[in-house]
Structures are given as C-alpha cells and as structure tokens.
C-alpha cells in the first residue's frame, strides 16, 4: 500500500489523488453527520471539561485541512484569519487547567459553516496539486477526530443526541460461547515496531525498528465488566462509563444506558487498568509486548492475517457506536488464539508515549507527538468501534493521558 511514493508514475499520482479526493469528502460526510447527531445550540455545549466546546471543532477540522494544506502547502492567501488561528488547535491541560470561555466568546454557527464552506470549496478546487502525503495528514487528522468527537458526543445526556437510524445487517452479533479466562503463551522472540520509511506514517511511528521480546502470557480477551465488577466491590475505582441505577450498574452507551453488558469489555483510565492488574496478579503489557502478541514478527498486516478487518473480524470502522462481548469476534483471533487485538476498544499498554530511537519531529506539524512526551501520556494499541479503517495499520499508536476517562480505552493483561 504505497500511497506516495516518489516511484509513482504521473498517472499514478493523479489517481491516487484522485482517489484521496473521494476518501477526503466521505470523511467530511462522515463528520457532518456526527455534528448533526445534536441540534445547533448544542453545539455550544463543553461536554469534557478540559476539551473545547463542539463549536470549536466544527471550525477545527476544516481550519486545520485550510492551514495545512490551502496556506501551507498551495501558499493561497487566507480569507479568514482569525478563523484560521481561532479553529487551528485543540488543547490537552494538564488536570485542574480546564479552560473558561462562554459560549457567547464563539462566533455564530452560520459564520463558521460559511467558512468551512468556503476552505473545503478552495481546498477542492486544487485538489489535483496536492502531495499525496500532506492530503493523508488531512484525512487522517480528520478520522481521528471522528473518534474523539464520539467521546464528546457520549457525554451529552441521551435526550440530546437523535440516534441515526440502525443499519441491523452492519452489526455483528455476539455468539453465545463461554468467555473462559485463559492466558495464552507468547514465545520469545522478535517484533517489529513503527511504520516502513517508504509508506505513510504519522512522525511517531517511525523509523520502523525490531524489537527482541521475552517470553510471556496475554489474556486471550480483553477484561469485562463482570471481571471489573469484582475489582469495585473489593473497593476499585467506578469507571467512569458506568452508572448507579435501580440498585445495579449500568452502562452509558452513546445513545442509551443499559444494564451492565457482563461480557462486554470495561473502559478504564491508565491508572485503573494498572490498579486492576495488580489487583488481579498480572501486570499491563507494554507496548512491544502488545505488538509481538498481535503481529507475531510483524509479518502480516492484522492480528488475524492480511484480509481487511470486516465485521466479523473486529468491531472497528464504525459497524457500531458500543463494544460487543470480548467473545464476539472469534474470526479475528491470532494465530495463538489472541481475540480482539484490533476493535471493540483500545487497548492500554505500560509504555509512556514517547519517540522511538531516531524520532523526528514533522516540519508542517511539529507538535503532532512531540508535545505529548511528557511521562503523563500513555500508549494505546488496537482500535475502538469508532476508529476508522484508515487507522487500523499495525503501526498506528494513540495516546491518552493516563487519568484520562472519556477514551474506548481498554486493557488486556499480560503476567
Ligand atoms: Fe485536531
């Protein structure tokens, strides 16, 4: 899959452009329709209090795609600069530092669809001139944010989303097997980290390295909420998902609370996959540890093989807004019998987020990484219900901070 490389002929080049272009407008569909799931004044709404209000990144995605691509690679003169500067970045404050802006600090809704409007008509208008690399950040920036907007949506009350109309065929059904606790053998041996210089990558995943991994064992699934329930009746802290009613538990799904899906794998914070493990005589495994237990040496592309992931492989690339049973995916195994490496949730692995041996920073975003190397950030693996096809190469890693609770992040134990 060599989407940019200097070997393309012309031709090439400009169908793969042409083709980016086609990928570029789904995403932008894809977006609209997560904006439209509230109705506008909601908009003005700051659903995670040390995020922007929504309004922000309705002007973001298409700000940052404008400045990246219209301003910095087209050199086109701005038409809206303080929107350009307004829209251009998000923020990640350390605990306590929550911004205090009102809603009425925003511009009016109309303003900012005009502008968006106006950068994507700009925008698709050269489109043909665009490096194929600088047009994947774009649409790469803008799936990711199709993820993080679910988390923002999620935390405004059911009465206030309107439920897109199901597509039933779409969504996998959980089989009716057993979940058994069992931990499966990883030999040691070798696994390959990061992206190949030759093929698309965000600046942290490169330069592609092996890694020499130590024999253990990983969790054949990810831990459950009725393994969770265990850990918070002995004292363990709530996960913030979950929700005290009737006298049980229930789960705050995005667009209905139901009661606790026992099976279903728990979304924790960093700090209460690491309190469970411990609680439960295992540990999180780092990260090349992950990596070795979902890609073997790095031979194939996903931890079942090289064929796309589809719905009976993973649950990723929006077939759902919600996690299924840690069981619910049985064609996705590895090889060793590992399910759901990629989907149903993130998973959190022990290792700070950092750069690998010879990380360097991107010119036309500096801070995409590097401004995360803090020890307070922790890399995740695999992918949610909600993370995009695009993302879901081998090489692809997130990253929260580790008290972070609003993620589909996930943990599997390794001992
Ligand atoms: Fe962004």
Redesign the pocket.
């Known amino acids: 899959m060599v989407f940019w490389m200097d070997t393309l002929t012309r031709d090439g080049t400009i169908a793969t452009i042409a083709r980016l272009h086609r990928e570029v407008r789904a995403a932008r569909a894809h977006t609209d329709a997560l904006f439209s799931l509230v109705a506008g004044p909601t908009l003005y709404k700051r659903p995670i209090p040390d995020r922007h209000r929504l309004v922000f990144y309705v002007g973001?995605l298409d700000a940052?795609d404008w400045n990246q691509l219209g301003r910095g690679v087209l050199d086109l003169p701005s038409f809206h600069p303080s929107f350009d500067r307004l829209f251009e970045a998000?923020i990640d404050p350390p605990p306590g530092q929550a911004p205090a802006d009102r809603p009425s600090d925003w511009p009016a809704l109309d303003e900012v669809y005009d502008y968006v409007r106006r950068a994507r008509h700009r925008l698709d208008e050269a489109w043909d001139e665009l490096p194929c690399e600088r047009v994947l950040v774009a649409l790469e920036?803008r799936w990711m944010?199709a993820e993080t907007l679910c988390y923002l949506l999620h935390e405004m009350p059911v009465n206030m989303k309107r439920a897109p109309v199901a597509k039933p065929s779409l969504r996998p059904s959980s089989p009716t097997r057993r979940v058994e606790d069992r931990w499966i053998p990883i030999a040691t041996g070798n696994t390959s980290l990061g992206q190949d210089k030759d093929e698309f990558g965000w600046d942290n995943e490169f330069p592609r390295h092996e890694v020499r991994v130590e024999n253990f064992e990983i969790a054949r699934y990810k831990v459950t909420h009725r393994e969770y329930l265990r850990f918070v009746a002995a004292g363990g802290a709530v996960p913030h998902f979950w929700k005290r009613s009737d006298g049980g538990w229930w789960l705050r799904r995005m667009f209905e609370d139901v009661p606790l899906p026992l099976d279903a794998p728990v979304y924790l914070t960093h700090q209460q996959a690491t309190a469970y493990a411990a609680w439960a005589d295992a540990r999180v495994p780092a990260e090349a540890e992950w990596q070795r237990a979902a890609y073997g040496d790095g031979e194939r592309r996903f931890p079942w093989g090289d064929r796309e992931p589809d719905a009976a492989r993973a649950n990723v690339d929006f077939i759902g807004w919600d996690t299924l049973d840690v069981n619910g995916s049985p064609g996705g195994a590895t090889p060793e019998g590992v399910e759901q490496m990629l989907g149903n949730g993130w998973e959190w692995t022990s290792t700070p987020f950092s750069g690998f041996d010879g990380f360097a920073v991107r010119a036309y975003y500096p801070g995409y990484s590097a401004n995360f190397f803090d020890g307070e950030h922790f890399v995740l693996k695999g992918g949610s219900p909600r993370t995009a096809r695009q993302l879901t190469r081998a090489s692809f890693r997130n990253w929260f901070r580790r008290e972070y609770p609003y993620a589909y992040s996930t943990v599997r134990l390794a001992r």
């Open positions: 973001h940052f998000g920036h944010h």
